[in-house]
């Protein structure tokens, strides 16, 4: 068992300022750490940040900061126009991320959609290496979130993930966030006895120690392999408690921030949810 504790908190709001609102949100759930958008997570605009918002979470160390890329982000099209957009958008982020300090900048791993899967890695590596080449050392990793398995998505599994590293050579400023309720999705039972630490150990097999830079931690709607992508708050799905207790304890991630992207418009949920894993993370 590790002594490291990681950090729990939540995707926040940004109304009313990046870090005003942002960690106004976060002190009444009780986060530790922090996930925001930096743009409309459902369009392509690249905003301009505000030098005094960005200064107050620059500033201060004792919360963790990372940011989502938005949804239509996908290396993997076949159009040219959304490959395009989709490196403006990730260097945008990558930008906006540095500039408030954030410590990675999460990005799904994407969708062939109508063309082989050998053409959208090789896609993805034209795409994505220079970007990771533009990092500055003090900048955010990069970090690959593996989706649920539906559609031709390029990388569900986390033993999937060993291609997409293969093509990016293993760059220095490439991460991983695991997403569990996407793990469950794709067919890894984490309910099951030992089935954390399969999947993790498997992590660390494909892509090597280390690489793990953040987990989200959701819980399922819906049964393990189902292909589908619906988060439930945390203990009240398919996957459970225990689970997340498990993930807490395996080496792979000590240490590593918990963010939860649970459903609830308010912070009651948001905040149970918090207050759940810290017991499970403490217990």
Same mark, same amino acid.
Not at 209 to 232: F, W, Y
Not at 255 to 279: A, C, M, N, Q, Y
């Given at each position: 068992m590790t002594s490291v504790k990681s950090p729990v908190g939540g995707h926040v709001p940004v109304a009313g300022g990046l870090a005003t609102g942002g960690l106004k949100y976060a002190a009444e759930i009780g986060a530790e750490a922090v996930q925001v958008f930096v743009s409309n997570p459902r369009g392509w605009a690249l905003p301009e940040g505000r030098p005094e918002e960005d200064a107050k979470l620059r500033e201060q160390d004792a919360i963790p900061v990372y940011v989502h890329t938005p949804y239509l982000v996908n290396f993997g099209s076949p159009s040219a126009e959304t490959l395009e957009k989709s490196i403006a958008s990730v260097r945008h982020s990558l930008t906006r991320g540095r500039a408030i300090g954030a410590r990675g900048v999460v990005v799904h791993t994407g969708s062939a959609v109508s063309q082989s899967y050998e053409d959208a890695l090789a896609q993805v590596r034209e795409a994505v290496l220079p970007l990771l080449e533009e990092i500055p050392d003090d900048g955010p990793d990069l970090l690959l979130e593996p989706m649920a398995g539906q559609g031709r998505m390029l990388c569900a599994k986390v033993q999937e993930l060993g291609p997409?590293?293969?093509? =990016? $050579?293993?760059?220095?400023?490439?991460? #991983?966030?695991?997403? *569990?309720?996407?793990?469950?999705?794709?067919?890894?039972?984490?309910?099951?006895?030992?089935? +954390?630490? $399969?999947?993790?150990?498997?992590? #660390?097999?494909? +892509?090597?120690?280390?690489?793990? @830079?953040?987990?989200?931690?959701?819980?399922?709607?819906?049964?393990?392999?189902?292909? @589908?992508?619906?988060? !439930?708050?945390? %203990?009240?799905?398919?996957?459970?408690? @225990?689970?997340?207790?498990? =993930?807490?304890?395996?080496?792979?991630?000590? %240490? +590593?921030?918990?963010?939860? !992207? *649970?459903?609830?418009?308010?912070?009651?949920?948001?905040?149970?949810?918090? !207050? *759940? =894993?810290?017991?499970?993370?403490?217990?």
């Open positions: 997409f590293f293969e093509r =990016l $050579e293993h760059h220095p400023k490439l991460g #991983v966030c695991f997403d *569990t309720c996407h793990a469950f999705a794709a067919g890894h039972d984490l309910s099951s006895p030992g089935g +954390v630490a $399969e999947t993790m150990d498997a992590l #660390v097999e494909t +892509v090597g120690a280390g690489r793990l @830079k953040l987990v989200h931690a959701n819980d399922s709607k819906d049964i393990c392999g189902s292909a @589908k992508d619906r988060h !439930e708050n945390i %203990g009240a799905g398919q996957i459970g408690e @225990k689970p997340f207790a498990e =993930l807490f304890r395996h080496p792979a991630a000590a %240490g +590593v921030p918990f963010i939860i !992207e *649970t459903p609830g418009r308010s912070t009651e949920p948001h905040g149970k949810d918090v !207050e *759940t =894993l810290k017991r499970l993370r403490d217990g």
